[in-house]
């Protein structure tokens, strides 16, 4: 048994904090912002809202907020469920040539008449702080970060905080969706990890899972890993975020008992969630910055 392992056997794993993270990266980030006020430029982040889902807008206010205590100037754009494709595309056409707006974020998901491929498609690659657009996505997919989508880019963010190895280390990312799962195994496998993808469709899960040094969950599953298909010794990120029928929020892994286990583990909530609206403070200002020249071009 490995030495970190003995410890996790020993006194459980530790907690990786990313509220606190989240927290100490908003400090560097006022600072920058400052910056760029000082030449001129205030970063912009145009918030679309289309219908009244209530999750969708909780999530739109505390990314409104957040911008606001670092100095971002975040311009939200509400509108009914009856907004027509056309609109809305008119809508992104005018927040990609305005000058003060710096990142285009397109609250998802979107009501089923909207063409949510093509709204996606529209935003302005230097403008997609998201990191969903296209071109993006294909510049994830050869190495190139330029936007990177912001939960993975948190999570690796807070693998690197927590000066967690990822190097040759077995990495299992369970879900495998365009948003979290997809970007996650990719921005793993330009870190040189040996990732594997699982999906609801994955026979025994817990047969790859256990052989994670590195577990990364994000399924939406309450209770989807439990302390037998973890390895003793692993690090376990939990993206999911469930609401239980008493109204708790938890996350895909049985934490309790995972955590007697592990040598590390991300809490929910406090753990991934605070860095997703931290990373696109964080794309929001990389792109400001690019624009006053601070920092290169996206794009050759
Ligand atoms: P999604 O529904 O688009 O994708 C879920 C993925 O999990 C799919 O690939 C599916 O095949 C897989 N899956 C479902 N059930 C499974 C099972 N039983 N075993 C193995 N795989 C299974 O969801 P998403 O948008 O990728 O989000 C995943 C979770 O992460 C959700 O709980 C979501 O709320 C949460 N999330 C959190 C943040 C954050 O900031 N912390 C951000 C985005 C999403």
């Not at 982040?45 to 606001?68: H, M, N, P, Q, T």
């Not at 994670?212 to 993206?239: C, E, S, Y």
């Not at 975020?241 to 590390?264: H, M, Q, T, W």
């Amino acid at each position: 048994m490995t030495s970190t392992a003995l410890k996790a056997e020993q006194t459980g794993a530790k907690l990786i904090d990313g509220k606190a993270v989240a927290l100490k990266m908003r400090e560097a980030q006022r600072a920058r912002v400052e910056a760029l006020q000082a030449t001129g430029v205030t970063p912009g982040l145009a918030v679309v809202l289309v219908g009244d889902d209530a999750a969708s807008s909780i999530y739109v206010s505390r990314k409104v907020k957040a911008c606001e205590a670092v100095g971002i100037k975040s311009i939200s754009h509400r509108h009914p469920s009856s907004i027509t494709n056309e609109e809305l595309l008119v809508l992104i056409g005018k927040l990609n040539a305005d000058p003060n707006v710096h990142g285009i974020l397109v609250q998802l998901p979107l009501p089923a008449h909207i063409d949510m491929a093509k709204v996606l498609e529209t935003i302005a690659p230097e403008k997609d702080v998201d990191g969903f657009h296209l071109y993006n996505v294909g510049a994830l997919v050869v190495g190139r970060q330029i936007f990177p989508p912001c939960t993975p880019y948190g999570v690796m963010h807070l693998l690197e905080y927590s000066d967690i190895p990822i190097e040759g280390r077995n990495v299992v990312v369970i879900g495998a969706s365009n948003i979290v799962g997809k970007p996650m195994a990719l921005m793993l496998m330009a870190r040189d990890a040996t990732v594997a993808i699982c999906h609801a469709k994955t026979r025994d899960l817990g047969q790859w899972t256990i052989l994670a040094d590195i577990l990364v969950v994000a399924a939406g599953v309450p209770n989807l890993i439990v302390p037998q298909m973890v390895k003793t010794g692993a690090v376990v990120i939990d993206v999911g975020i469930n609401r239980l029928p008493d109204g708790k929020i938890v996350g895909d892994v049985d934490f309790e008992g995972v955590r007697k286990k592990a040598s590390y583990i991300t809490p929910v909530p406090g753990g991934v969630g605070p860095m997703t609206i931290a990373m696109l403070l964080e794309n929001t200002i990389q792109s400001a910055e690019r624009k006053a020249g601070l920092r290169e071009p996206a794009h050759d």
